[in-house]
């Protein structure tokens, strides 16, 4: 673990958990708490991004209080994963491919999720996804198939918003900066 | 968010890791035992915060858990018509809040990372596990911050879908670009201490451990794989 490494995971979990400041003043319905997951994998590749995920969700159980977080870290890995597998495919070379790349994620994500939030947990974890899972599971649909649609709906939103603003902040890095995260290049498809 | 509340009690004296042991076997018996089990083990768990001294716990578990209880006794116990099940998510939900929440209170940060470092864990791991705790507050100051400075610019946020994800670009970019900025400084100031060395670290103040505490996670070790064990062969 190089000395940049140690410098740059931290920041990006405190991102990742810093991010409900920010949504919270837009007012928009989502999550974005792997901003930084996924811009360390645009950055510095996959184990980094999968470090980063792992210690996201062990930090955001341990500020918030609430362990039920760490049962979803398959699903931060997960996204870490596909992420830098983007990375690698020049994912964040446009915004429809990046669109595309997130919209993708989030199948992945809310797939993943599914079984520990129906098995695990009885449909019941965040309060909104619990609330639309209620409304869907009141107006007929089975529970299992509310909670899916539900999880659906809030991961493909948040992680194609995540993906587009990973790709704003790495059209935005300054020069110099850029040039110290040779994998942005890649993520941007214009390394040669 | 919660954090470390400075009292002297039994719990804030143990080891860190006995207390992380502790939460272990909670959790185990939550997600291994029946319904009825489990609601004795969630009464137990509330009473950790007395044990604990820190009654604010009771508080912040409260704020956390009505949501959760309130969807677990609705969507289980009065449209799902299955009670036992809405007894087993809900004393399961009590289990993860309360006993996390009386963790975080009593094991301050700086001494469980001295008490994995003695245990001879690299530096590097213990660092990144601490910056991160510290980094997360500090990135939320900074990020009020440029919220605010925008604003103070003209930032305004419209009613639309597409006018609130306009105003990300000037909130995001500003804290990202600054944070990546730091990186160097923080970097070279981690390499001429060390950091990504593998010597291993002595820590000046490690916690305090004992042989009764030894023992102790020993055993609960040893009752987390009969519960398991149990609920294997049930």
């Known amino acids: 673990m190089t000395p940049r490494l140690l410098a740059l995971l931290p920041l990006a979990v405190g991102i990742n958990l810093a991010m409900s400041e920010i949504v919270a003043f837009t007012g928009l319905p989502v999550y974005l708490d792997t901003v930084g997951t996924v811009l360390v994998a645009a950055l510095v590749g996959l184990v980094p991004a999968l470090i980063t995920g792992l210690l996201s969700q062990v930090t955001m159980t341990l500020m918030l209080g609430n362990s039920m977080w760490l049962a979803f870290l398959p699903v931060q890995l997960a996204v870490a994963l596909l992420a830098a597998f983007a990375v690698r495919r020049a994912g964040f070379n446009s915004w429809a491919s990046a669109a595309v790349w997130g919209l993708a994620v989030g199948l992945v994500a809310a797939t993943m999720a599914w079984p520990i939030a129906y098995a695990v947990f009885g449909g019941v974890t965040a309060t909104g996804t619990t609330a639309i899972a209620t409304v869907l599971n009141q107006i007929g649909t089975p529970l299992g198939l509310a909670v899916y649609l539900a999880s659906l709906s809030t991961d493909l939103a948040d992680k194609l918003i995540t993906f587009l603003v990973v790709r704003t902040l790495l059209k935005s890095l300054p020069i110099r900066l850029a040039a110290r995260f040779p994998e942005a290049a890649r993520a941007l498809g214009t390394s040669g | ?234």
């Open chain 2, 1 to 234: 968010m919660i954090g470390y509340v400075q009292r002297d009690s039994i719990l804030h004296r143990a080891h860190p890791t006995t207390i992380l042991w502790l939460a272990i076997l909670f959790t185990t018996a939550a997600f291994t035992q029946p319904a009825t089990v489990v609601a004795f083990v969630a009464s137990a768990g509330v009473a950790l915060p007395f044990l604990a001294r820190s009654q604010s716990v009771l508080k912040s578990g409260a704020v956390v858990l009505s949501p959760l209880l309130f969807f677990a006794v609705l969507l289980h116990g009065i449209l799902g018509h299955d009670p036992e099940r809405a007894v087993l998510l809900g004393s399961r939900l009590i289990i993860l809040v309360m006993v996390f929440l009386t963790v975080v209170a009593v094991v301050h940060p700086g001494r469980l990372v001295d008490a994995i470092t003695e245990r001879g864990v690299r530096f590097s791991i213990a660092y990144l596990f601490a910056a991160s705790l510290t980094a997360v507050p500090a990135m939320r100051e900074r990020a009020r911050l440029v919220v605010t400075a925008q604003r103070c610019r003209g930032l305004r946020v419209g009613r639309s879908a597409w006018a609130k994800l306009r105003a990300l670009p000037p909130l995001l970019i500003p804290l990202v670009v600054s944070s990546l900025e730091s990186v160097d400084a923080r970097s070279v100031a981690l390499a001429v201490r060390g950091a990504h060395g593998a010597t291993r670290r002595t820590p000046i103040d490690p916690p305090a451990d004992s042989a009764m505490q030894r023992l102790l996670r020993l055993l609960i070790l040893m009752i987390c794989m009969v519960l398991v064990w149990l609920r294997l062969t049930r």
